[in-house]
């Protein structure tokens, strides 16, 4: 069996999977490497991956074993994860990322596993040497995201070059050359941005439905377009307190001001695909992966920002995104074992 350890910002999710990739137990704990800034420490990251990891083998009776190897990825690897481990930089396929792999054993100050644990390096785009500030539209980097790349060039082989776009917490547009490698990436705080301003601002009693409102009457992509146009004109920050307007002075209900806002970040994260655009990564093909709704808002603001002949794939699905970080880790773990037999 091999156990593939997914650690985020906020959550940790581990499986543990037979050789072919097929999953066979799992488990999740919220802890990530948001805990390690709270507490200026990775102590509590560590005891929790470590404590998730024992206690999926002892609730599916596993012996340690039996899991012939573990794999990581994601913000793990980052400073503030268990191993800082320095980006490969793009372009970077299956085989630079093989070739990439940092293999600890038996060091608990990194993880008290007492199996090999392969860590996957992320990825950051190419830019100079003693570059400045003034470079920063270029920079960009992802952790976790590698994988779930491999796992879809795999499950979604396409001929030409097209970009993978992650939205989640933050939205991350990867743009996939001819050679199946990562060629760069754009990423926006999109979801994060969202949450504060639904915990932290008045815009949280907009998205609350209230009994008896009105609805205003306006169609999906009406608002849509609607929203598209304040931020395009009146600036994202003006934008973003038309909802209250929206509830306070004109007849709407909680579902339209949700899909407004949605729309209005959505928007602003239009620019990502634009600047990706500009720097030369151009494709008629986008895969979106994340949650349905923004899956579909974003394949209508592509379309309209960018032509009705573009093709858009959508993962929805949870287990099959899961799927796509499983089956990627195991495929570069893979193919370092293969070369390694090679060479």
């Known amino acids: 069996m091999i156990a593939v350890i997914d650690c985020g910002t906020t959550n940790t999710r581990i499986y543990i999977t037979d050789k072919a990739g097929n999953v066979l137990y799992s488990g999740n704990k919220k802890v990530g490497v948001r805990d390690t800034s709270i507490h200026n420490t990775t102590a509590v990251l560590r005891k929790g991956v470590t404590d998730l990891y024992y206690s999926i083998l002892a609730e599916n009776h596993i012996r340690e074993e039996e899991i012939e ?8 690897t980052s400073e503030i994860g268990l191993i800082e481990i320095p ?20 060091d608990p100050d990194v993880l008290p596993i007492r199996r090999p644990i392969y860590f996957v390096r992320g990825i950051r785009n190419h830019y100079e040497k003693n570059a400045r500030a003034d470079s920063l539209r270029k920079i960009d980097f992802i952790r976790g995201e590698e994988v779930q790349c491999i796992g879809i060039i795999d499950s979604y082989p396409l001929d030409e070059a097209y970009s993978i776009v992650a939205l989640s917490s933050h939205t991350k547009v990867m743009y996939i050359d001819r050679d199946k490698r990562i060629a760069g990436s754009i990423t926006t705080i999109s979801g994060q941005f969202y949450e504060a301003l639904v915990d932290s601002s008045n815009l949280g009693k907009s998205i609350v439905p209230l009994e008896g409102e009105d609805p205003g009457g306006y169609g999906y992509e009406e608002l849509i377009d ?10 994202l920050g003006r934008t973003m307190l038309m909802p209250r307007f929206m509830q306070v002075l004109l007849k709407s209900d909680s579902s339209e001001r ?18 990706m655009r500009n720097m030369g990564y151009t494709c008629k093909r986008y895969i979106l992966y994340g949650q349905a709704e923004r899956c579909r808002m974003y394949s209508y603001m592509l379309k309209q920002r960018f032509g009705d002949d573009l093709e858009v794939i959508t993962i929805e699905d949870k287990e099959e995104i899961a799927m796509m970080t499983v089956k990627g880790s195991i495929r570069v773990i893979e193919n370092m074992l293969r070369l390694q037999k090679k060479g």
Do not use: R
Not at 69 to 76: C, D, L, P, Q, T
Not at 87 to 106: F, N, Q, S, T, Y
Not at 258 to 275: C, G, L, P, R, Y
């Open 226 to 235: 609607i929203a598209s146009d304040c931020v395009e004109n009146a600036g």
């Open 69 to 76: 190897y573990v794999i990581a990825s994601g913000m793990i």
């Open 258 to 275: 949700k899909i407004f806002i949605d729309a209005a970040i959505a928007t602003d994260d239009m620019k990502a695909f634009s600047e």
């Open 87 to 106: 980006h490969l930089v793009a372009p970077v396929g299956i085989d630079e990322l093989a070739g990439g792999i940092v293999k600890v054993e038996d």
